[in-house]
């Protein structure tokens, strides 16, 4: 018989039977906690469920809940990146390199500056010790206060080059240079390229590519090129875009490497091509009024969804209404990049904006163009103040929080940025596992696979510039050939090798593009290519002696565009390459292969014509030897 209490009696039956399946957080033996059978990571160890450690709740409250526990110098710390050194077998410990320019190590910036986001330059060959090493800081960074994980962040690390852009591809899978995907011209090849580096990033822990470079090679001696996708603006954009969603994915997510792409609003047209990584740099110019048309490859990038923008160290000059650097640029950062295109990712600036660097003898001063009467704190303030995030190559939050304490800045712009650097961890997955599995490292990184596909890419972008009477491809066996900048001993897997010019049938010749160091006390400078793209004296003689000798193929690497008017004229067959091996040039020259490539940039006609372009206009020389586009095939 049902009586009035039936129905609430049945409720409160049913409730006491949920309350006690639910049962409070119970603290594992690893310190993680378990409720309701899932598992969470108590990163600030106080057993119990906080927001932010609640992998269920929406990112934006997970930031405001952290956001709300950190203190001023927590939060000043994440405003810094810096690099860092691994050691060899893994192991963490609290000393720097003994390099020229002492590298801190990562666990002493974590302890003295709350610092977890770092680059890397140098790591161990051996993928499994790098992952190690990699746990180990996460370990670290799990024992600090809140728990917070460490953000890992490289530079290039996946082409087969030799330029201090990019770290030399050991045993990650060595592709063509950006400049080489620009060749190839195919957005399918861009996204396998940066899809398979982002696997390999992410087997040692690196999730966030200081790449890609979506400037413009507008300007032909500036030694940036080979990192750029070519002058064409809209062919850079394909590529840029087609870069960033093979790293990032359609959304930034747990199988994400972020990208930073650089360097806004393009640093492609330096006067004179000087870079201004150092003092004698005399800014950026647009004599041909073409500010904008270096914005496309950025528009592009945001449509792609970069997680992260690099200011480069220049000042454009009289573009804005003062004469600072980039990251120095109110109207840059702000106006024109948080106002116009509406970008709410992170903004980091390029490295060594404020302080100087001393390198033995040589002081490397800051980048701090425009401003260099500023003080520190000043310089601080105004990159602050000009809407930036991050400071790279800087370990000073210390400044911050003066800055902060003397109400010369607010701790609610700090806290701007600060929700920026922790959106974009979350997205990543960082604070719910941000460990790796040391024991795959060595079977993803550089794999049999990975390599055939960049190996590909090698041979795809050479560039078959001149065919003289079909001189290519050769036929393989029986011909003598004398090789010079080739190894002997790949070059006898093709034809017999001989030692003399006079005893061949054909000599092939591998060429560098010319460069000409600054005269400088800084050996940093002494290593970037800048000057004149010709050869020059006894050097040009000696190859014009050999191609007058013998019928010659020239292959010229190039990172620049080279001026080579008397090669092209002298030589039966001229290739072209934007990073590639012996062999893949080779198997060009001999038909395994075919060149696949288009000049992703001009090649022009004399130092005449360089000197008389302007810096900021594409393919403007005056009658190029070669021009923008061009590439024959067999």
Sequence with gaps: MKTA???????????????????????????TLTINGITFRDLNKNSKLDVYEDRRQPVEQRVNDLLRQM??????????????????????????DNSPMPVPAAI??????????????????????????YNNLQQHAAATRLGVPVTIASDPRNHFSNNIFAIQATRFSQWCEPLGLAAIGDTAVTRMFAD??????????????????????????????????????????????????????DTLGAQSVACMTKHFSGGGPQKGGLDPHFEFQQGQVYPGHNFNYHLIPFEAAFAAHTAAIMPYYGVPTDQTDENVGFGYNKAIITGLLRNKYHFDGVVCTDWGLVTDLKMGSVTWPARAWGVEKLNTAQRVKKILDAGVDQFGGESIPEVVVQLVKSGQVSEARIDTSVRRLLRQKFELGLFDNPFVDAGKAATII??????????????????????????????????????????????????????????????????????????TANPFAQMFHHGDLDFKGRQRDSILQLLHAVPTIVDIY????????????????????????????????????????????????????????KEDVPYDSRNPLY???FGLSY
């Excluded at 680059?119 to 790098?130: D, R, V």
């Design 196 to 249: 398979i580096s982002r696997r390999e990033y992410l087997a040692v822990g690196i999730r966030e590519a200081l790449h890609p470079q979506a400037d413009l090679a507008t300007e032909p001696r500036w030694p940036r090129i080979s990192g750029t996708f070519g002058e064409d603006a809209r062919l850079a954009a394909k590529m840029t875009a087609a870069y960033i969603r093979g790293y990032q994915g």
């Design 558 to 613: 190039l990172d620049r565009p080279a001026v080579i008017p008397e090669i092209s004229k002298a030589a039966k067959g001229l290739l072209a390459d934007f990073g590639a091996s012996d062999a893949a040039v080779l198997d060009v020259v001999f038909g395994r292969a075919n060149p696949g490539g288009k000049l992703p940039i001009e090649l022009p006609s004399s130092m005449e014509a360089v000197r008389q372009q």
């Design 627 to 629: 021009k923008f586009g």
């Design 5 to 31: 209490f039936s129905v609430p009696l049945a409720a409160c039956v049913l409730s006491l039977t949920l309350a006690a399946c639910r049962t409070g957080p119970v603290r594992n033996k690893d310190g």
């Design 108 to 133: 002493k910036l974590m302890d003295e500056k709350k610092m977890n986001h770092f680059n890397l330059w140098q790591i161990p060959a051996a993928p499994k010790e790098m992952a190690t090493w």
């Design 446 to 519: 550089g794999n049999a696979d990975f390599q055939s596909a960049a190996e590909a890419s090698q041979r795809r972008a050479i560039t078959l510039l001149k065919n003289d009477e079909k001189k290519l491809p050769l036929k393989a066996g029986a011909l003598r050939i004398y090789v010079k900048n080739i190894d002997a001993k790949t070059a006898a897997r093709y034809g017999i090798v001989v030692d003399k010019p006079a005893d061949a049938d054909v000599a092939i010749i591998r060429l560098n593009t010319p460069w000409y160091p600054v005269n």
């Design 71 to 96: 203190t001023l110098e927590e939060k000043a710390g994440m405003l810094f990146i810096n690099g860092t050194k691994v050691n060899a077998d893994g192991t963490l410990d609290d000393k720097p």
